[in-house]
């Protein structure tokens, strides 16, 4: 149980902190970008980040919200850099814009965090036609992932210092749909479970992950990509769910993690030396540990990259 602050081989447990997994590591020089970073755990990502000396690049939907968070981590770390700029996951032209600003922005790309995502919400579809919560947490993060590859890879040679990709999964992975991925039925309303959806687009996060950590190390790349689980905490981001926030507010801070906590495994990941070298694994409180059965299925992982390609080249499942 978590709240025992068992810790594992890391030396770290769920109740350690991000500022308490990353004490004494010097992060200056180091460029990270943070998706979803203008709240929870994107926010406090930003915030140890800066505070180890990144330089993070917020990419938010809503710029002033962003530009808040950065003026209130400012004060509070006057020498921090940090940059904000436009991006709506759920819409693959914000995609194409955000990465084609940042490719030709000269600036380097040592750490990309995909942590932004949205859970259980009411069926929807996306601007470009995809069911929201898929097209939002995985196709997203894929789109940008990949457009955003070369400068990482171009940063890796010129540093000598190994670029890293750290993409937010959950244990909810492991209550998707039974097949995993509704690949013939992304967007049947009929059969849509928005809890079983959500399962679906965070095993689409882990696969992801393995695959192209898989397809890195074949290239002979040095970029690890690796997949987590947070934790459970007090965020946002069941938002569409007003009576399961009102139960997380009333007896979260006895169950479940805070966000100092929830941010750690993921800023462990991504600037921790125990983890140099480490590639297609998943973590959980700051080690690593299992997914389910599917999340290591290989196959499933190919077909899901190749479904994915599709939907992003011609932005239709059809």
């Keep these: 149980m978590w709240f025992l602050g068992w810790k594992g081989p890391s030396g770290f447990s769920a109740t350690s902190t991000a500022e308490q997994v990353t004490h004494g590591i010097n992060g200056t020089g180091l460029t990270a970008i943070v998706t979803g970073a203008s709240s929870g755990l994107g926010q406090e990502t930003t915030r140890v980040f800066a505070l180890r000396g990144v330089h993070v690049v917020m990419a938010v939907r809503n710029v002033e919200s962003g530009k808040n968070v950065k003026e209130t981590i400012l004060k509070e770390i006057p020498a921090a850099k940090i940059d904000v700029m436009e991006l709506d996951l759920s819409i693959m032209a914000s995609v194409r814009k955000f990465a084609a600003e940042y490719n030709s922005s000269g600036r380097p790309l040592n750490i990309l965090i995909?942590?932004?995502?949205?859970?259980?919400?009411?069926?929807?579809?996306?601007?470009?036609?995809?069911?929201?919560?898929?097209?939002?947490?995985?196709?997203?993060?894929?789109?940008?992932?990949?457009?955003?590859?070369?400068?990482?890879?171009?940063?890796?040679?010129?540093?000598?210092?190994?670029?890293?990709?750290?993409?937010?999964?959950?244990?909810?992975?492991?209550?998707?749909?039974?097949e995993g991925i509704h690949f013939d039925k992304l967007n049947d309303e009929s059969g849509y479970n928005c809890y079983y959806a959500y399962g679906q687009s965070k095993l689409a996060n882990i696969l992801h992950a393995n695959e192209l950590s898989r397809?890195?190390?074949?290239?002979?790349?040095?970029?690890?990509?690796?997949?987590?689980?947070?934790?459970?905490?007090?965020?946002?981001?069941?938002?569409?769910?007003?009576?399961?926030?009102?139960?997380?507010?009333?007896?979260?801070?006895?169950?479940?993690?805070?966000?100092?906590?929830?941010?750690?495994?993921?800023?462990?990941?991504?600037?921790?030396?125990?983890?140099?070298?480490?590639?297609?694994?998943?973590?959980?409180?700051?080690?690593?540990?299992?997914?389910?059965?599917?999340?290591?299925?290989?196959?499933?992982?190919?077909?899901?990259?190749?479904?994915?390609?599709?939907?992003?080249?011609?932005?239709?499942?059809?």
Excluded at 135 to 152: D, K, S, V, W, Y
Excluded at 236 to 246: E, F, T, W
Excluded at 251 to 272: D, E, I, P, R, S
């Design 114 to 178: 995909n942590n932004a995502g949205i859970m259980a919400t009411p069926f929807m579809l996306s601007q470009d036609n995809i069911e929201l919560q898929f097209a939002t947490n995985h196709l997203g993060h894929f789109l940008l992932t990949n457009l955003l590859l070369e400068t990482m890879k171009k940063t890796v040679r010129e540093c000598n210092q190994e670029g890293r990709i750290v993409i937010l999964s959950s244990l909810a992975h492991t209550f998707s749909y039974r």
């Design 215 to 318: 397809r890195l190390k074949e290239e002979g790349v040095e970029i690890t990509v690796n997949s987590l689980h947070p934790g459970t905490i007090d965020t946002n981001i069941a938002r569409s769910h007003s009576y399961v926030n009102a139960f997380v507010k009333l007896v979260g801070k006895y169950f479940l993690k805070n966000v100092q906590q929830g941010a750690a495994t993921q800023c462990y990941v991504a600037l921790h030396p125990q983890v140099k070298g480490i590639t297609g694994e998943y973590f959980t409180d700051s080690n690593k540990a299992k997914p389910s059965t599917l999340a290591q299925d290989k196959e499933l992982a190919k077909k899901l990259w190749e479904f994915s390609l599709k939907l992003t080249d011609n932005g239709s499942i059809f």
